[in-house]
């Protein structure tokens, strides 16, 4: 029913569409494993719950499992929920999933891109990742959509689009040498042009600081809608972040995308810096080749790393200050969508966020 | 998106169709237990993608995997064939799988029964079955079928029906102390009219020799259209299989059915006895609960085991010298029909045949 496409995206008239876009509905995995959440994952799947939950009330949602965990994820999700077996070694949908492009008559394939777990055998965040390898062709096999398979290690979470032929992201992540070391710049940008039909990439430096993807532009700063981008804040000049996030303004600010519009830029404050107790990293096996969870480590934590949903918002809260804040200013961001907040800490004491394990899927 | 109901298909207007109604198409699993299938299941995969492919030419085919085979299983069959996760402990969709049920309407439902490998801890043919009692569930869920699931012991194989109230069994497997022991005869009639909503249960007594299905309906005897039937026959009466034709073929055209029709009872004769070759016996795997393969054995085999397609025929061939006379019975009996053959030597060899490994999903 899938057949893999031996041409390209941009040859045949298909695009990335923007998150903003209508969808068909959401793609998420499941946590379970133990040397990376805490509680053998018993307390990120709480949090999983939560979000689809809230999610599904947008549009329709489909959880992939690991088989051992697939009865224990069907009892805890709600019914209306989907729940299919998508063996992976961790539960990060943006990132090892598909990226899902359009064409004009509506006609949906997917790219398949390359995956090394955030950074290869040397500074991956664990080993083995071939069933993430494997996650966008399923997704595929499963609705019947045809794929690209791109030579070119790339995770979603490392771009982000406005559907109108503008690609951001950041250097730290594309062009770090555990990604795809022998492609210059330019290449790189070619494989994003052909792959994703964009005209223009506008680069910013970095991600937020401590960020383990090697700085993910979905953690630091998103599309609102075209010519509009939400770009993650402090106002504490002794914050390592904010550095980060002044040049990440100014490079947005001085952009023009492929349509020669100037980007209007949305600072959102962060929540203060979150540290891992000694509760949180007791309960996490510690296993050589897998990241570790140390105490005392502060948590790469933001609130633009949100979901968009049909006519919803949904977003990290973090029982923190800035939560209100933040939530008020991306009511005010998109008037036409409800906003919901998850509280998100056990997914950052994993390393990502709500807009991390999940994918869009457009409506076709 | 798929619930489970908590009522009774015939009180809903659900009834399971015939085989030979329209299919929206047929869902398989792979087969590899290395102690069940010899050479680690590399000949028996080979012969499922004939079936598959066989099949696809009529309907669309989704086969099921579990992970470790994904990869071999989508190289090795064809593009359009559709290839999802679907976690098993072994390959048999018929006898683990969903019954489907449908509507006046074309709404379709599937019945969830009860799975123990075929007799449970004693006379079960592997241990354990966890993972087979989960794929009815797993199947509904990729499709958004909702469910019923039936406390009730029961495989696809051991009943077929003519989709207009009768439903033909057999006595050595439904009434096996090693299915439902604490239900009397009555009770079990009456499970089968709620679920598969039937009302007139046609008994024969045993299925083919040696099966150690404990006699499926399914290998001895099939429905060609309501009021006529087709029987597995030996003209030789040394043969053990005599005396159990001879006797279904009596009960048989002495039956009427639901809506007072006597059945015309079809007569295809046997392959000769098949017998499991020392090579043949080699190379599985011994392990203790599961069912041993002996050089020697005779094999259960028997042309009534095909799969209805849209359409189609796709039947079972021995390299016998009857496979054309029952070759040609079939296209006489299914003049609207194409009937092809595939070799299933490497299917009798694991204990059933094409319509123990297939499983049609009716139109909606």
Chains 1, 2 share one sequence.
Not at 211 to 227: F, K, Q
Request: glycine residues 8%.
């Amino acid at each position: 029913m899938a057949k893999t496409i031996d041409s390209l995206p941009v040859d045949n008239g298909y695009r990335m569409p923007g998150e903003f876009e209508p969808h068909k509905g959401c793609w998420m995995l499941w946590p379970e494993r133990p040397d990376n959440w805490r509680l053998g994952g018993k307390a990120a799947q709480k949090t999983w719950v939560n979000v689809a939950t809230q999610i599904s009330k947008f549009e329709p949602v489909t959880v992939g499992i690991n088989h051992q965990q697939y009865a224990n994820a069907r009892a805890m999700l709600p019914e209306h929920i989907r729940v299919v077996e998508i063996s992976n070694n961790d539960c990060w949908m943006r990132d090892n999933g598909p990226t899902f492009v359009i064409n004009a008559k509506g006609n949906v394939r997917l790219v398949d891109w390359g995956f090394n777990a955030w950074g290869g055998l040397k500074e991956g965040l664990y080993f083995p990742w071939d069933l993430c390898s494997a996650v966008a062709q399923k997704v595929g096999e499963i609705e019947g959509i045809d794929r690209y398979k791109a030579p070119f290690i790339l995770e979603g979470g490392s771009i982000h689009v406005d559907g109108d032929g503008t690609l951001i992201t950041t250097e730290e992540c594309l062009l770090n040498q555990n990604r795809n070391p022998d492609l210059s710049k330019d290449e790189i940008e070619s494989y994003l042009k052909n792959y994703l039909n964009v005209e223009k990439i506008i680069w910013i430096d970095k991600g937020v600081y401590q960020d383990e993807t090697d700085g993910h532009i979905d953690n630091i700063c998103c599309y609102i809608r075209p010519g509009v981008v939400a770009l993650t804040w402090t106002d504490d000049k002794t914050d390592p972040q904010y550095d980060i996030s002044v040049d990440a303004y100014e490079r947005l600010s001085n952009s023009v995308d492929a349509r020669g519009r100037k980007l209007s830029v949305h600072k959102i404050h962060q929540p203060n810096p979150i540290i891992i107790t000694k509760e949180e990293s007791s309960f996490v096996d510690s296993v050589d080749g897998t990241i570790p969870r140390n105490t005392g480590d502060r948590m790469a934590a933001s609130y633009i790393n949100f979901y968009i949903a049909n006519n919803g918002i949904v977003m990290p809260l973090f029982d923190d200050p800035f939560d209100q804040i933040a939530l008020k200013a991306l009511e005010e961001l998109f008037p036409n969508r409800e906003v919901v907040g998850v509280n998100a800490r056990e997914i950052i004491l994993g390393g990502g966020n709500i807009h991390c394990i999940t994918q869009q899927q457009p409506a076709g």
